[in-house]
């Protein structure tokens, strides 16, 4: 058959380059390696040449065969080291593919997602449109229905009218007859109408309730997928609880302490060891205790809740322990990035806190009773008042809801700080706006550069957000309270 004629047989197809992957290692034998070898099996071939009488001839031929080597192996090499390179090049090409569409898909299912919950948002809004328009409708049939009864009731009074003058005019008796039957009939259809869309109203309330409910579960599906499976408290629940916390203090405070007056506090009364530690909690005491009575126990408690509570690794543990953990998480930071510490200790806390309330008991219990007693102690000191069961008590669930709320702090994926100035008596702090807030209601434009006085309850910062990522981020979740100096 002619060379140039047309094969009946299909052309065959090149098969993917993933196939054609060489088992053995893509990395040839490099040149002068084997180079080597020929070069050294030329010279024994001529020495041994030499021994039999014919070595001029057979080293003639070893030379034009050491000749013919020299010049096709580094063209071999060549062309294996350039198909290896192509395999290599083809295989990283199809897992930058490979990566691309992942990305894309990845992409897909978020524009999915975000398109799903945009297109709940929109429908929780038209049927509030909706129900919005049932009420309005409601409101116009129901005086519509108002003002028919009124006419139905005016109409009724003019036919008792007209009843007693029927001698009168028969003809018109009937029309209003007939006009009172109409207006019966619209009555009825208008209360028809009324019921029909009442039972409507109550559908679409049900449907938007039941979408409020659907709506929620997916913002809490929302905080917990994604972040290791622990939902992470936002900050307006850690505000929430702050703000408890300092209320159930100031209330504690006024309920124990509204009858110790100010002339009883005696200064001097106190020994060497309870003067140094107050001393030490408040330096200003002295003057802070005989004029502001109620914000010197709040700053005495808030002093000693920080020192004892909040700024502990995690309250219960015990020290050794918590040391070792604080190593731990130092260690670690010098092999991962700042956002898997943060999970690290985020799911490690998370687990101590869930045990914390049954294993942690007594070294909570502990805690609870030396910050009980040492606070008894530092009032017994400085004021007439004397401990009661009751106010121990009280202080008892005060300093627990410290302690909880102190763990889950200590267990978010961010950092959070609690922020407490301490006041020396050799220096002036200052009122920062963005930081405090006064408790003694004054405008915050009149409190510039005004000198602090006392702070009454520490503030809140966060580093970094939900996910533990972003840890330069700062945010003042709840501010500092103190009390300025008047002018």
């Not at 504690?252 to 200064?267: H, L, P, Q, S």
């Not at 991962?336 to 914390?356: C, H």
Request: aromatic letters at 4%.
């Amino acid at each position: 058959m002619n060379s140039t004629s047309t094969s009946t047989h299909p052309e065959k197809k090149p098969r993917p380059l993933q196939h054609r992957v060489p088992a053995k290692s893509p990395i040839a034998t490099p040149p002068r390696a084997a180079l080597g070898r020929s070069r050294e099996h030329a010279d024994n071939a001529s020495i041994k040449s030499c021994a039999t009488g014919d070595g001029l001839s057979i080293h003639t031929q070893n030379g034009s065969a050491l000749e013919e080597m020299e010049d096709s192996a580094p063209s071999t090499i060549s062309e294996k080291q350039e198909k290896d390179r192509e395999k290599d090049k083809a295989i990283k090409t199809e897992k930058r593919d490979r990566i691309a569409s992942l990305e894309r898909e990845l992409e897909t299912m978020a524009n999915g997602f975000e398109k799903e919950l945009t297109l709940l948002s929109h429908k929780l809004t038209n049927e509030r449109e909706s129900s919005t328009f049932w009420q309005q409708k409601h409101t116009s049939l129901h005086q519509t229905y108002i003002e028919t009864d009124t006419a139905l009731r005016l109409l009724r009074s003019e036919g008792s009218a007209l009843k007693e003058r029927e001698n009168q005019s028969r003809e018109r008796d009937s029309e209003i007859k007939m006009r009172v039957e109409g207006l019966v009939v619209d009555r009825d259809a208008f209360r028809e109408a009324y019921e029909d869309a009442m039972e409507e109203v109550g559908e679409k309330e049900e449907l938007v309730s039941m979408l409020r409910n659907q709506v929620r579960g997916l913002k809490s599906w929302v905080s917990k997928g994604g972040r290791g499976g622990e939902e992470q408290v936002s900050d307006e629940s850690v505000g929430e609880g702050w703000g408890r916390l300092s209320n159930g203090l100031q209330n504690w405070v006024i309920v124990n302490f509204r009858r110790v007056k100010v002339g009883n506090v005696d200064i001097n009364k106190p020994n060497l060891a309870e003067k140094e530690e107050l001393l030490r909690l408040l330096p200003n005491y002295e003057t802070l205790a005989s004029t502001s009575k109620i914000h010197f126990i709040q700053s005495l408690v808030s002093r000693l809740l920080v020192d004892n509570i909040f700024t502990s690794y995690f309250v219960g543990i015990p020290p050794d322990r918590a040391e070792e953990l604080k190593k731990m998480e130092s260690f670690l930071r010098d092999y991962g990035p700042e956002e898997s510490i943060n999970q690290w200790r985020s799911t490690t806390l998370s687990l101590l806190r869930k045990s914390a309330p049954a294993l942690l008991a007594p070294q909570t219990n502990a805690l609870i009773a030396t910050i009980t007693t040492k606070l008894n102690d530092l009032l017994s000191s400085v004021s007439d008042s004397q401990p009661s069961e009751s106010r121990d008590s009280s202080l008892r669930t005060l300093l627990i809801s410290a302690i909880e709320l102190s763990r889950l702090l200590r267990s978010q994926k961010a950092v959070f700080s609690v922020n407490m100035p301490v006041l020396e008596e050799h220096q002036r702090t200052m009122f920062e706006s963005g930081e405090m807030e006064d408790v003694g209601g004054e405008d915050e434009e009149e409190l510039i550069l005004r000198e602090i006085r006392c702070v009454v309850f520490p503030g809140v910062v966060k580093w970094g957000d939900e996910c533990g990522e972003k840890g330069w981020l700062r945010n003042v979740v709840v501010k500092v309270k103190v009390l300025c100096l008047m002018d």
